[in-house]
Structure formats: structure tokens, C-alpha cells
């Protein structure tokens, strides 16, 4: 509500096999900002900000596979904004001719009161960069949000060079001999161009998924360095000392954003982070808890069924003995909403999960159940990218003793396979 990110990107980025990086200290980070039009003040916007560049690499020391260099991404912090108020801004250098950018504005989010809320929470998940990509964010702008919450798995740019533009499910299946899963970070870029309209006016809070892992160098010893490098999250402002958790505010709305590709361990940084962050949150100020994590603990879809069970069995007690209320993931590219559930038992007091993966990315849209005749995944199927194999099979229920149910199981409300989002209102 009073503190904002801004990130932009300048100069040039390169591909090729002999790179030289930019220097990140060689043009300004400055976001001049005011509550009014800077062409309705003589002065021009009254507040400047400054903060930090960095350029990152992505590097294939493998023949054949181009190597990657960004333009300067700038990240600039807001700080001691009045909340739900309307502010003006441009970004850039002004030391240089025609240095800042066009003018934009944002509204601030309201301040954390039982009263007060986002108008409208736009959640969209595995959006890619595509014609249904397209189609999603036309429809999600036209719904005006106040803000957007996205979870996970954002360009695809690590489906795209490779694999012709078209995707595979499986892409060690389909590339047995490839060194290591290629990630076309052009992509990224160009994804940036398809969002500024919307992400230069409306907030954009986000959580990484399994398509931001991008491993790089030798045996793929770096991981996330695009994710990383283009966002700002306000991990230190909530105690996290990590992108890859965080949490904020949002008028009576508290957010969690969670990490599934980070260890989410009971013993690990972010489930005593987690711990913490439950114990502080003052719910006469924030009634509502929202948790948002790439990958869903309760899906009847065939594509990745239990797949991140061991992070439910980690963590699931503590956020229901919290009362968190809502749990957005994504990485099925369906929609699905289930009943209120705690350890696959309906359960008043259990959070409602909503799975909301169908952006509209460059894979196919999921449709197959669970419970549907032949379509339960065998045990050995859905590996998780990161963390363990915890299958089980169900203790109660008409899936007793199986790994699938025969129906759609009674802790699933609702399932529908298109493309789109959903708004929060
Ligand atoms: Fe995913």
C-alpha cells in the first residue's frame, strides 16, 4: 500500500557464442513520480526515486547452444506512497536526452484494514506468450483489476527454440540426447514488450514455477537467473532474505507467496519463515489469508496428480492450523476449485483451493481426470522438478487402497478445461 517496485529495461540484449555484458552502472535508475500529471506541473513530477541495475547471462557451455546476455534491468523502489491514491510517473535517466519514458500511473493498493479491499484481484497462471496468451490478458485488462497476482511458470521461453515453437510434454522423452533443457531467453523479452501496457499500470505480485528453473552452465549448476534478475519482490520488507518467498499486504487481504522449487522442508528457511510470517499477521487488520504457490496439493486432473505431495505433507498443517482461506497454484493448465479440504477430508476450517494454470501457454490445455476409465497416471508418473516422490494411496473414500479415485472425488467442486483467469472480487 505505501511501497512499490518498478522495473524496466534498457540497452540492448545479445545472443551469440562470444558476449560482452553491459554495464549495469552506466545509465541511471530513477523513477520521477507525483500525484499529478507531470504536463499539469510546471516542475514536472515532483519525487524522485532511485535504485539499482544488474544484467544477467545465460550460458550454454555446450555446442550449438546460443548464449545470452540482457539489456539493464532496473529495479526502483517507491517508498512512503499515500495508499488507494493515483500516482504519475516516468522511468529512466535523466541526465540523457529523451532518457525517461513516456508517463504512466498506478493506484496504490489500500492500506490493511477489516474494511478496505483490492476492487478486483486478476489470479492468472501459466500465461506463455501465445494467441491464447493474447486472448487471456485482452480479457483480464478489459476486467480493470487493482491488481495481479500471477502464479508461476510465465514465458515458456524454455519451450520455444528448441522445440520448434510448439512445446513437449516431456522434454527429455522428446530430446534423449540434448546436454541440457535449452531456455530461448529472447522470450523473456519479448514477453516483457506484451506486458508492459498492463504491468506498468496495474500491480503485478509474483511466485515462480517450474519453466523459471531455466538451468544453465555446467550440469545446469544455475538455476532461475532470468526469474531473479527481472523481478522485485518485497522479500526483505517481509522479513524473507529470498525472491522466492514473500509476503504483503493488500487493504484486508494478507498475501503469502511460496516457493514449491525452494526447500519447503519442516526443518528449512522458508517453512520457519512461513512460521513467523502466520504468527505476525494481525487478523483485525487483515482478515483474510491468501496463499499462492506454483504447484496445486489437491488436483483431479491426470497432469501432475500428487506430484507435490510431499510439500502438502510438509506444510498443509501449518497453514490450516493459521486459517488461511484461499489458495491460488497453478501448473495444471485447467481450472479447478475444491470444497474446503484438510489432508483430503472435507473440512470447515480448511483453506478453498483453486487451481488456475490455463493461461495459455504454448503446451496443450489439460483434460483428462484423474477418475477418468484408464486415465490414473501410473505411481512412477508426474515427477517433481524439485523435491520428493510422496504418492499414497487413499485410506477412505471411493478410492480406498488406490491411487485414484473412480469419481471426481468429493473434495473437488469444480473442473473446467478452457483457457483464461480469474478475478477476485
Ligand atoms: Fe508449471
Not at 11 to 38: C, F, I, K, M, N
Not at 130 to 135: D, V
Request: hydrophobic share 30%; with cysteine.
Amino acid at each position: 500500500p505505501s511501497s512499490l517496485w518498478v522495473s524496466w529495461v534498457t540497452g540492448r540484449a545479445q545472443v551469440g557464442s562470444h558476449l560482452t555484458p553491459l554495464d549495469p552502472t552506466a545509465v541511471r535508475s530513477e523513477v520521477w513520480y507525483g500525484e499529478r500529471p507531470a504536463s499539469a506541473d510546471t516542475v514536472g513530477h515532483p519525487h524522485v526515486a532511485r535504485g539499482s541495475a544488474e544484467v544477467y547471462s545465460q550460458l550454454y557451455p555446450y555446442p550449438g547452444l546460443l548464449n545470452y546476455t540482457s539489456g539493464v534491468i532496473h529495479h526502483v523502489r517507491l517508498v512512503g506512497l499515500r495508499p488507494s491514491t493515483r500516482y504519475y510517473y516516468r522511468c529512466g535517466d535523466s541526465s540523457l536526452k529523451g532518457g525517461l519514458s513516456d508517463e504512466r500511473s498506478f493506484v496504490t493498493l489500500p492500506a490493511p484494514a477489516p474494511d478496505a479491499y483490492p476492487r478486483r484481484v486478476a489470479v492468472v497462471g501459466d500465461l506463455g506468450l501465445t494467441g491464447n496468451s493474447t486472448s487471456t490478458v485482452d480479457h483480464l485488462a478489459r476486467n480493470d483489476p487493482s491488481m495481479i497476482l500471477m502464479v508461476g511458470d510465465m514465458t515458456y521461453a524454455n519451450q520455444y527454440r528448441t522445440t520448434g515453437g510448439r512445446g513437449v510434454p516431456c522434454f527429455s522423452c522428446s530430446f534423449p540426447d540434448a546436454p541440457i533443457r535449452e531456455s530461448y531467453q529472447p522470450r523473456w523479452d519479448g514477453w516483457g514488450r506484451f506486458m508492459e501496457p498492463l504491468a506498468s499500470r496495474v500491480t503485478m505480485m509474483v511466485t515462480e514455477g517450474n519453466h523459471e528453473i531455466e538451468p544453465q552452465g555446467h550440469g545446469g549448476a544455475v538455476t532461475f537467473a532470468s526469474y531473479l534478475a527481472r523481478f522485485a519482490v518485497p522479500s526483505e520488507e517481509s522479513g524473507s532474505n529470498t525472491k522466492f518467498f514473500y509476503s504483503f499486504n493488500a487493504g484486508g487481504i494478507h498475501f503469502i507467496m511460496l516457493g514449491a522449487y525452494v526447500d519447503y522442508n519442516r526443518t528449512g528457511a522458508q517453512y520457519s519463515w512461513l512460521e513467523k510470517d502466520l504468527q505476525k499477521v494481525d487478523r483485525r487488520a487483515t482478515p483474510w489469508v491468501v496463499a499462492s504457490w506454483h504447484t496445486p496439493w489437491y488436483n483431479s486432473y491426470s497432469s501432475h496428480y500428487q506430484e507435490f505431495e510431499c510439500m502438502r505433507q510438509e506444510m498443509e498443517g501449518l497453514l490450516y492450523q493459521h486459517g488461511v482461506d484461499i489458495v491460488f497454484s497453478g501448473h495444471v493448465h485447467a481450472y479447478e476449485r475444491m470444497n474446503r479440504v484438510f489432508n483430503y477430508t472435507l473440512d470447515p476450517c480448511g483453506p478453498v483451493y483453486i487451481t488456475i494454470g490455463d493461461g495459455g501457454n504454448i503446451e496443450e490445455i489439460d483434460i483428462d481426470h484423474a477418475d477418468d476409465p484408464g486415465k490414473c497416471p501410473s505411481p512412477g508418473d508426474n515427477q517433481p522438478e524439485f523435491g520428493g516422490v510422496c504418492h499414497l494411496n487413499f485410506t477412505s473414500g471411493p478410492a480406498k487402497g488406490k491411487f485414484c479415485w473412480e469419481r471426481q472425488p468429493e473434495w473437488s467442486a469444480f473442473r473446467e478445461s478452457s483457457f483464461g483467469h480469474g478475478i477476485l472480487e
